[in-house]
């Protein structure tokens, strides 16, 4: 049976049951006592930062809900061909709503309205899942409204969303809330270095993650290594070369806009590493692990308070871009004052 809906999402994604998301063992808990009670509400409100297991969690729990193995209560055996299909992004009875466009439409909402009164065609439960919750417009929300207000038997409704302060209290009065939170620095690090990641590198790709897998795994983190090396090359050139060297570099950093936050939060980790060296030496502590001898050796030639400079520098530039200053005078100024600290800075021993 196909939906009527609009944009109706298929793509298979990372879901194999409860038992294989990390860093989520609250959520997963309340989520596992509705199954083992067999009380599990008809909406449900998943709420967390980006790339966090949100959307994995809510097909775990349609695999768990629909689980063709006997004995299968709070998690789905992932063998079956319930599972299976849900996993592939394949069973009719479980769909996954992403918004068309810019926003979630009343045209969605009404067709999964219409499916949801037709009931599970194959499935115990009927499953859908709205992503990016948020971007449903207030058409849309007033008529999910009334769906949450009468929901159709056999029926669970999975919102997800990053901002649950954006949505119509209405609506978010009739889910179930469960948070899910940004997972444990050493649980992802353990996570993706499992994954193949190169453990020197591991922990500064973490920290840049804010504790999103999603982030993790991405294609910017892949290249994070190479993109700091590249930066710190550039910046130590013009500190040598100066002033001169240091605004054309501002400037063609600031054209690529999109890479901005990420350069920032690169230098950033550089300077805070350097401050650990500088008052603890301990090597373990860094986040640039794989530029361990770096760090040490810059650390030595720099007294704490001109790296703490350079660090507020960076914070403070971080948060006038992040209410839209000039991002080339930005930058200009920030190089310029990170000059300024280094050399002043200098143990001249
Ligand atoms: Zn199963």
Redesign the pocket.
């Given at each position: 049976m196909e939906s009527m809906g609009l944009s109706v999402n298929r793509q298979p994604s990372t879901v194999n049951g409860f038992r294989n998301l990390i860093g989520q063992a609250r959520a997963v808990r309340l989520l596992q006592r509705g199954l083992a009670t067999g009380r599990t509400p008809h909406a449900y409100l998943f709420t967390g930062r980006e790339g966090i297991g949100k959307r994995a969690a809510a097909l775990s729990l349609a695999?768990a809900l629909?689980?063709?193995?006997g004995d299968?209560v709070d998690d789905?055996?992932?063998?079956?061909q319930?599972?299976?299909k849900i996993a592939r992004g394949l069973h009719p009875d479980v769909q996954l709503i992403e918004p068309a466009g810019a926003t979630l439409k009343i045209e969605q909402v009404r067709a999964l309205e219409a499916d949801a009164v037709l009931g599970p065609y194959e499935a115990k439960r009927k499953v859908f899942i709205l992503d990016n919750a948020e971007k449903m417009t207030e058409q849309a929300a007033n008529a999910l409204l009334k769906t949450l207000e009468e929901p159709p038997g056999r029926t669970v409704i999975v919102l997800l969303t990053t901002t649950p302060s954006a949505l119509p209290s209405t609506i978010v009065s009739r889910c179930q809330t469960v948070s899910f939170s940004a997972i444990p620095p050493e649980t992802l690090e353990a996570f993706i270095v499992g994954r193949g990641v190169d453990p020197t590198r591991a922990r500064l790709i973490v920290s840049w993650s804010g504790g999103s897998i999603g982030r993790a795994l991405s294609q910017e983190a892949a290249s994070l290594a190479e993109a700091r090396d590249l930066l710190l090359e550039e910046l130590g050139r013009g500190l040598r070369d100066g002033p001169a060297a240091l605004i054309e570099l501002a400037e063609k950093l600031a054209k690529d806009r999109e890479g901005l936050p990420l350069n920032l939060e690169v230098l950033s980790a550089w300077l805070r590493d350097l401050m650990v060296a500088k008052a603890s030496g301990r090597q373990e502590w860094l986040v640039n692990l794989d530029r361990g001898e770096d760090v040490a050796r810059q650390a030595e030639g720099l007294t704490l308070d001109a790296i703490l400079d350079g660090l507020r520098a960076v914070h403070a530039t971080m948060a006038g871009l992040s209410r839209n200053a000039n991002p080339r005078l930005s930058l200009e100024d920030l190089f310029l004052q990170i000059r300024g600290a280094a050399s002043s800075g200098l143990l001249r021993v």
């Amino acid at each position: 049976m196909e939906s009527m809906g609009l944009s109706v999402n298929r793509q298979p994604s990372t879901v194999n049951g409860f038992r294989n998301l990390i860093g989520q063992a609250r959520a997963v808990r309340l989520l596992q006592r509705g199954l083992a009670t067999g009380r599990t509400p008809h909406a449900y409100l998943f709420t967390g930062r980006e790339g966090i297991g949100k959307r994995a969690a809510a097909l775990s729990l349609a695999q768990a809900l629909n689980c063709q193995q006997g004995d299968a209560v709070d998690d789905g055996c992932g063998a079956c061909q319930s599972c299976r299909k849900i996993a592939r992004g394949l069973h009719p009875d479980v769909q996954l709503i992403e918004p068309a466009g810019a926003t979630l439409k009343i045209e969605q909402v009404r067709a999964l309205e219409a499916d949801a009164v037709l009931g599970p065609y194959e499935a115990k439960r009927k499953v859908f899942i709205l992503d990016n919750a948020e971007k449903m417009t207030e058409q849309a929300a007033n008529a999910l409204l009334k769906t949450l207000e009468e929901p159709p038997g056999r029926t669970v409704i999975v919102l997800l969303t990053t901002t649950p302060s954006a949505l119509p209290s209405t609506i978010v009065s009739r889910c179930q809330t469960v948070s899910f939170s940004a997972i444990p620095p050493e649980t992802l690090e353990a996570f993706i270095v499992g994954r193949g990641v190169d453990p020197t590198r591991a922990r500064l790709i973490v920290s840049w993650s804010g504790g999103s897998i999603g982030r993790a795994l991405s294609q910017e983190a892949a290249s994070l290594a190479e993109a700091r090396d590249l930066l710190l090359e550039e910046l130590g050139r013009g500190l040598r070369d100066g002033p001169a060297a240091l605004i054309e570099l501002a400037e063609k950093l600031a054209k690529d806009r999109e890479g901005l936050p990420l350069n920032l939060e690169v230098l950033s980790a550089w300077l805070r590493d350097l401050m650990v060296a500088k008052a603890s030496g301990r090597q373990e502590w860094l986040v640039n692990l794989d530029r361990g001898e770096d760090v040490a050796r810059q650390a030595e030639g720099l007294t704490l308070d001109a790296i703490l400079d350079g660090l507020r520098a960076v914070h403070a530039t971080m948060a006038g871009l992040s209410r839209n200053a000039n991002p080339r005078l930005s930058l200009e100024d920030l190089f310029l004052q990170i000059r300024g600290a280094a050399s002043s800075g200098l143990l001249r021993v």
